[in-house]
């Protein structure tokens, strides 16, 4: 028996959750009342679909498995996962997840894509069944990295999460289960610092968006991809591993080397971070970036899954 999503809101984020659960042989129902919405799915879709069939399709994956919905009731029913993907507003998230709590059955997990926000807050005005509701993070594009980052709040219980890992799991993903509430959650914090960091290189003149870029692309992006930043550094202690690396690395922790509290947007900075990334995109549109990236993507990700626990035999591990 085939499984449903059910997607609230088609921005970028949610396209991307209706393209992956596409692609694994579920049917989607959308909802969306701006004006045009179907069409830019559609053509969300086809534009990543190349990639998908790249990666491996499920058995009867489809995009004729899409369909909209005239409503948020009519959209959910029959649902076995929901999915919000509205602007990231607390109020407005607050009032259609209190409405998909209101018309889902009872037991369908309602994730929200948030980015920031906590669960706890964002379950504050469901009055069926609040602790369905969970944060439900994931990772642009959507349609091809596997992280989403799963956090339920005080109403939540262990049988809710447990639940929602199997289901994002029937979607290929690869859930991280947060154990404490936390704006941002993990993943948004640590890609925080970087951008911060960033843009003070930018603004004091110490190097271009390009620049900053190579820096990871060709640096520390690449270990990352395969090892992450704890890893990478118990490496970098030698036979001793992480013990000796914060002997010998930790004093500089004390060192004035970033600047985590954000430099001021002025027009200055806006201006060169802007100049900047047109200067990197060289006149190709988004679209066709979209899928130089995604191409990038499905081949490294093929490397990696070599290389991630379960091929090692660490079954149980992220």
């Known amino acids: 028996m085939s499984q449903q999503l059910t997607v609230i809101g088609t921005g970028v984020i949610g396209n991307g959750w209706i393209a992956r659960a596409l692609a694994r042989g579920w049917d989607v129902v959308a909802f969306d009342p701006a004006e045009g919405a179907e069409a830019r799915t559609r053509a969300f879709v086809d534009n990543a679909w190349g990639s998908l069939e790249k990666q491996g399709l499920a058995e009867g994956a489809s995009p004729e498995r899409l369909r909209f919905a005239a409503s948020l009731e009519a959209a959910v029913e029959g649902a076995d996962l929901i999915q919000e993907n509205v602007p990231e507003r607390l109020e407005l998230k607050r009032e259609i997840l209190a409405a998909l709590d209101a018309a889902a059955a009872p ?52 049988a809710t999460t447990d639940a929602a890992q199997a289901l994002y799991q029937g979607l290929a993903m690869r859930p991280l289960v947060v154990k404490r509430e936390i704006e941002g959650h993990i993943a948004d914090r640590l890609m925080e610092a970087l951008w911060r960091e960033a843009l003070h290189l930018v603004n004091d003149g110490v190097a271009t968006t390009e620049e900053i870029d190579a820096a990871v692309v060709y640096g520390c992006g690449l270990r990352w991809s395969l090892m992450g930043t704890f890893l990478t550094f118990h490496l970098a202690g030698g036979e001793q591993g992480m013990r000796h690396m914060l002997e010998q690395f930790g004093p500089a922790l004390k060192l004035p080397w970033t600047k985590l509290e954000a430099p001021e947007l002025t027009d200055e900075l806006i201006d060169k971070v802007v100049e900047g990334c047109e200067y990197q995109a060289a006149g190709r ?3 066709e970036l979209d899928r130089r990236r995604d191409d990038f993507l499905v081949e490294l990700l093929g490397l990696v899954q070599k290389y991630w626990p379960e091929a090692e035999g660490l079954e149980g591990r992220i």
């Open 107 to 158: 037991d369908t997990i309602i994730g929200s894509s948030t980015s920031g926000f906590k669960p706890t807050d964002l379950q504050r005005d469901c009055a069926k069944v609040p602790g369905r509701v969970i944060v439900a993070h994931p990772f642009n594009p959507v349609y091809l990295l596997p992280l989403v980052e799963l956090v339920g709040g005080e109403a939540t219980t262990s």
């Open 285 to 287: 549109p988004v679209a």
